[in-house]
């Protein structure tokens, strides 16, 4: 998430995901999505906000996570048709905003506050850009 789209993300406080661990909902493997994918489905399926939350997400090109109701693929579908996004460089957009808030001196648990998540998020977010060749 950007940090534009993170200052404007919409509050759903009544989502039948606020009384989750929101880690829940950002598998860190395609393994962990399919154990949890028909218990995401059915907690976003009966949500009053799941057509805002998923428009949400397609509109913030968002590319990791669960979101009302579609998976992270299913979104990149219908992001790249709609719009013609490059996936492959929106999908390093989360790093180079981590890597700058971390260049700037911000340690990670200051930045997993900035996009409130845990700070394993951010160690995740990292690691799969170690993989994909991105950290140096």
Known sequence: MTLLA???????????????DPDFFFPVSQVELEQRLERLRAMCGSCIHQAPCRAFSITNQEEHGFWGGLTAEERSHLINRESGINTKEAGTRR???IQE???????KHQIAAIFKVKVQSIDRTLERAKKKGLAQ
Do not use: I, V
Request: glycine share 4%; with cysteine; hydrophobic share 30%.
């Open 6 to 20: 993170l200052l404007n993300t919409p509050s759903f406080p009544e989502a039948k995901c606020m009384d989750s």
């Open 95 to 97: 790093f180079r905003e």
């Open 101 to 107: 808030y971390l260049s700037k001196g911000l340690d």
